[in-house]
């Protein structure tokens, strides 16, 4: 393949400094290759392709100055429907917010924009992040773009759907136990979920707020490291934005130094649970293998708190929930039931037309583990259980710096065939862990099983994000799995 929509980030910024392309160029191709497969794969919830038109010519006018802003200029770029954007719908999958236009821009989208990215559109996603399939959108589903009969996962489905399909050329996501972890593994891509408190949440929607995080989806891991460089950092709008300074993420990818002699790598033996499919297993142990080959020293480690980590998460994640989503009351913004003069009928019918199942499920779980008599029982549990999973993992790296599992116990799994939530519930149970401990961790490419993507997920310390990005970076080095394009498509 020689089109531009299959350049990775860094060959296109080469060459649109070079001069040798443009971005109105590289725009147009990303939104002939949108309406070449978006009917297939239905990535998104807003195509917005005369502003990214409009964004491209202003790129192109920086080169013309000679301005070399950012590696991102002039890149076109996809954003999950949940990351607030100025006069802009934000749907975040909810017939709540349908009509949406936030009055402001998030943080990471007032850094892209000064950063002069290209926007092509809104992504599909499950309705306010909760689900791991992206079925759970008040829209349409989103299809994978390696099997158009199966889920790319989710609740980030349509961010990775459009980066594997090259409809972007990067995404971004929000992960609070696994949502961007979980659909790149599925979809073949890079998916990051940075330390909580390095991306500011300003502008994000809120699902849980102690577990959420914005970060990137991308086709390679040094298209990933310039993605989450041009979001992460400080911001006095967020409290819980970490104040320390940002490391460089592309230092040391330069893909001539593949060695990873003197990484200590663990493999959480807790990580192997029942239920992985074999082909997953089979995938990600030669991963491993091909990390020892490249010098690592590799052993088992025991996080032994890990088979509580999804329970404690349906506690804590619904909880929050609970209490964020009780903003939607048809009085401050969103979706307003009119029909009648009475006020408590006019609160009741909001929450119930404009909230699907899986929320509503969410908020009565979350409000009843916070009701009194339950909260201690329930909620002050899980947040115990959270605090013994977090010195899990302190110990495990005082030991190692990176731990490897599969990112996913199964491959993409057919849409409609996970009905029961629980089984859906369990998509994240490698993914949840990292959330609940705060730590940063990223899917990538990992090879495959039965033709369909098999991801390897990296876990790393807070603030770690150079160091699971060298590995990744390495392991791409002797790998071509990243390099795979999906089948299903044309
Ligand atoms: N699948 C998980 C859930 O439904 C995680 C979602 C997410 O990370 N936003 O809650």
Same mark, same amino acid.
């Given at each position: 393949m020689?089109?531009?929509?299959?350049?990775?980030?860094?060959?296109?910024?080469?060459?649109?400094?070079?001069?040798?392309?443009?971005?109105?160029?590289?725009t147009?191709?990303?939104?002939?290759?949108?309406?070449a497969?978006?009917?297939?794969?239905?990535?998104f919830?807003?195509?917005?392709?005369?502003?990214?038109?409009?964004?491209?010519?202003?790129?192109?006018?920086?080169?013309?100055?000679?301005?070399?802003?950012?590696?991102?200029?002039?890149?076109?770029?996809a954003?999950?429907?949940v990351?607030?954007?100025k006069?802009?719908?934000?749907?975040?999958?909810?017939?709540?917010?349908?009509?949406?236009?936030?009055?402001?821009?998030a943080?990471?989208?007032?850094?892209l924009?000064?950063?002069?990215?290209?926007?092509?559109?809104?992504?599909?996603m499950?309705?306010?992040?909760?689900g791991?399939?992206?079925e759970?959108s008040?829209?349409?589903?989103?299809?994978n773009?390696?099997?158009?009969?199966?889920?790319p996962?989710?609740?980030?489905?349509?961010?990775?759907?459009?980066?594997?399909a090259g409809?972007?050329?990067?995404?971004?996501?929000?992960?609070?136990?696994?949502?961007?972890?979980?659909?790149?593994?599925?979809?073949?891509v890079?998916?990051?979920?940075?330390?909580?408190?390095? *991306? $500011?949440?300003?502008g994000?929607?809120?699902?849980?707020s102690?577990?959420?995080? &914005?970060? @990137?989806f991308a086709? #390679? /891991?040094?298209?990933?490291?310039?993605?989450?460089?041009?979001?992460?950092?400080?911001?006095?709008r967020?409290?819980?934005?970490?104040?320390r300074?940002?490391?460089?993420?592309?230092?040391?990818l330069n893909?001539?130094?593949t060695?990873?002699?003197?990484?200590?790598?663990?493999?959480?033996?807790e990580?192997?649970v029942?239920g992985?499919?074999?082909g997953?297993?089979?995938?990600?142990?030669?991963?491993?293998?091909?990390?020892?080959?490249?010098?690592?020293?590799?052993?088992? *480690? $025991?996080?032994?708190?890990?088979?509580?980590?999804v329970?404690?998460?349906?506690? &804590?994640? @619904?909880?929050?929930? #609970? /209490?964020?989503?009780?903003?939607?009351?048809g009085?401050?913004?969103?979706?307003?039931?009119r029909?009648?003069d009475?006020m408590?009928?006019?609160?009741?019918?909001?929450?119930?037309n404009?909230?699907?199942?899986?929320?509503?499920?969410?908020?009565?779980?979350?409000?009843?583990?916070?009701?009194?008599?339950y909260?201690d029982?329930?909620?002050?549990q899980?947040?115990k259980?959270?605090a013994?999973?977090?010195?899990?993992?302190?110990?495990?790296?005082?030991?190692?710096?990176?731990l490897?599992?599969?990112?996913?116990?199964?491959?993409?799994?057919?849409?409609?065939? &996970?009905?029961?939530p629980?089984?859906?519930?369990?998509?994240?149970?490698?993914?949840?862990?990292?959330?609940?401990a705060?730590?940063?961790?990223?899917?990538i490419?990992?090879?495959f099983?039965?033709?369909?993507?098999?991801?390897?997920?990296l876990?790393?310390?807070?603030?770690?994000?150079?160091?699971?990005?060298?590995?990744?970076?390495?392991?791409e080095?002797?790998?071509?799995?990243h390099?795979?394009?999906?089948?299903?498509?044309?």
């Amino acid at each position: 393949m020689s089109e531009l929509y299959t350049l990775s980030i860094t060959e296109a910024g080469d060459l649109l400094r070079r001069r040798e392309i443009s971005s109105v160029e590289l725009t147009r191709a990303h939104l002939e290759r949108i309406r070449a497969v978006e009917d297939k794969v239905k990535a998104f919830t807003l195509i917005t392709d005369e502003l990214a038109l409009q964004q491209a010519e202003e790129a192109d006018r920086r080169f013309s100055q000679g301005d070399t802003l950012s590696p991102l200029t002039g890149i076109p770029i996809a954003i999950k429907d949940v990351i607030s954007t100025k006069g802009i719908t934000t749907t975040c999958g909810s017939n709540m917010l349908k009509d949406f236009k936030p009055p402001f821009d998030a943080t990471v989208m007032e850094r892209l924009n000064a950063a002069g990215i290209v926007m092509l559109g809104k992504t599909n996603m499950d309705e306010f992040a909760m689900g791991s399939s992206t079925e759970h959108s008040a829209f349409f589903e989103t299809h994978n773009p390696w099997d158009l009969e199966r889920t790319p996962g989710g609740s980030s489905g349509g961010s990775a759907a459009a980066v594997a399909a090259g409809m972007a050329m990067g995404a971004y996501g929000s992960d609070t136990g696994g949502s961007i972890r979980q659909p790149g593994s599925l979809c073949n891509v890079v998916g990051l979920k940075p330390t909580y408190g390095r *991306v $500011s949440r300003f502008g994000l929607v809120a699902f849980a707020s102690s577990l959420d995080q &914005i970060g @990137p989806f991308a086709r #390679s /891991a040094r298209d990933a490291a310039l993605l989450l460089q041009a979001v992460a950092g400080p911001d006095p709008r967020d409290a819980t934005c970490s104040p320390r300074a940002v490391a460089d993420y592309s230092e040391g990818l330069n893909g001539t130094n593949t060695s990873l002699k003197g990484m200590r790598i663990g493999v959480p033996e807790e990580y192997w649970v029942e239920g992985t499919q074999p082909g997953v297993v089979k995938a990600v142990r030669a991963d491993i293998e091909r990390l020892r080959e490249l010098g690592a020293e590799v052993s088992e *480690v $025991s996080l032994p708190h890990t088979k509580y980590g999804v329970a404690a998460y349906y506690i &804590i994640a @619904p909880a929050e929930a #609970s /209490a964020n989503l009780s903003r939607y009351d048809g009085v401050k913004y969103g979706y307003s039931y009119r029909d009648t003069d009475d006020m408590w009928e006019a609160l009741e019918k909001t929450r119930q037309n404009g909230f699907g199942p899986e929320v509503k499920r969410r908020i009565m779980l979350g409000t009843y583990a916070l009701s009194s008599g339950y909260y201690d029982a329930y909620y002050k549990q899980a947040e115990k259980v959270r605090a013994l999973i977090t010195r899990d993992f302190d110990r495990a790296f005082e030991q190692f710096d990176v731990l490897v599992s599969p990112a996913t116990p199964t491959v993409a799994f057919k849409l409609g065939e &996970i009905s029961d939530p629980y089984q859906m519930y369990l998509q994240d149970v490698f993914t949840i862990p990292a959330n609940l401990a705060g730590i940063c961790g990223v899917s990538i490419p990992g090879g495959f099983s039965d033709g369909l993507p098999v991801g390897l997920q990296l876990l790393g310390n807070i603030f770690a994000e150079d160091v699971i990005l060298r590995v990744a970076d390495a392991f791409e080095q002797v790998t071509d799995y990243h390099k795979q394009w999906p089948q299903a498509l044309p």
